[in-house]
């Protein structure tokens, strides 16, 4: 049950439209919501006291692509194609409900102590990983890994069971959106099923898109077309419609994504591990376009830091293109934040009266915040997005319940979390059928 919590004498970020910064400000959350955010002290009135001092509390980051992950480290030395074939796919056909769970456990746990309130989490066993969002308490859109039945992960059959299971459970954390794997294993006829059952059950679509060369290439063999053309000739694209990765996005599929107002979720650092390139970020924002940012998976990462994400996705930009006026701070900050509620259809992402109440207490009292002007935003900014990592996190609250303080869990037994989790890995690689490398390079 959700409590009356004020947090005072804090560095309150909103990234509100007036990007008001409140030093020595002021949060009080009911129930679920925000109830005052300003520079004025609010009497306590039998409310929860939280003194901030010396932190700053800002809306809480949303992973806008994220995979529940179990084997980080595991045979992550192949380019994307191999390693999906030899490790990623045999990995998660051989889960079952009680790995899943193990593994979204350890995967949530990482993401809250760094500050995340909400994932776009695409995995199979939706069960369980609601299950787990909800005994941890974070906030979860949830959807299948639908391919073709030839390459036996889940169906649209499986995706409409997990909406009409667990869509809107945990007093509405859990939201289960359509998932397609992406183009190579995907049809014409899949794809338009796709969109006709998310239309039909009212929700989105999750699906990868334009993630590498060899997807293109595929895409052209298989359809005649590029994949986001493909994927705009059958409906996927939309205000409904996260897309993930885009980094091989041609002008005019640029275009179509801006007509669709389709959402792109901007996963530099997986990008970079996996050697499949940089994204045209900048092009996409000069489109108008809602950016958020993910870190995609712990495989292809070896990370859930958020803070990290954001760095990658100034720094990156900016060494490509020569050009150290891209990816300010402040823009940055409201891509990991902002923007990502936006295209997940999420109240929250500001601090302001009457928005859901997900934010974190981030502690300043580090190197990493020193040295630190008083009342200075821009100094502020700079050290969430260029020197911060998920360690100065103190405090995650979601939907107005403290689920991490003073960077404990209120919700689960961490060690337990991290005990079963390994045990889970090491029965998923037992059982995996892992295809020939070799066999795999010739295909």
Known sequence: MSERIILRNGTVVTLNDDDDVHFGGTVVIEGDRIAYVGPDDVPADGARVIDVTDRIVMPGLVDFHYHTALGKGWSDHLPLWEYLQTCWYPMIRALDEESAYWAALASYSESVKCGVTAVNDMYRQLGALADAAERIGIRAVLSNDVAT???????????????????????????????????????????????????????????????SLSEVEISKEMFGRRPTEVAYDTGILGPDC??????????????????????????PSSNAKLGNGVARLPELLAAGLNVGLGHDAAECNNSRDMFEVMKFASLMHRATRVDASLGQAPDILRMACRNGNVGLGIDAGELAAGKKADMIVVDTRSQMFTPLM??????????????????????????????????????????????????????????????DLESVRRS
């Open 374 to 435: 008083p009342e200075s935003k821009d100094h502020v900014y700079s050290h969430l997005v260029f020197a911060a990592n998920g360690s100065c996190v103190e405090t995650t609250i979601v939907d107005g319940r403290v689920i991490y303080e003073n960077r404990e869990f209120t919700t689960i037994d961490e060690g337990e979390v991290l005990r079963e989790a390994n045990r889970a890995f090491r029965e998923v690689i037992a059982r995996m059928d892992v295809p």
């Open 242 to 267: 996260i897309a993930a990765h885009c980094v091989w996005l041609s002008d005019a599929e640029i275009a179509l994504m801006r007509e669709t107002r389709t959402h792109i979720s901007h996963n």
């Open 149 to 211: 039945d030839e390459h036996d992960l889940d169906t649209l059959a499986d995706n409409e069971r997990a909406f009409r299971e667990r869509n809107g459970s945990a007093d509405g954390r859990i939201k289960v959106l359509v998932g397609i794997e992406w183009l190579p294993l995907a049809s014409v006829e899949l794809l338009r099923d796709a969109r006709a059952l998310a239309n039909d059950l009212g929700t989105g679509i999750h699906i990868h898109l334009n993630e």
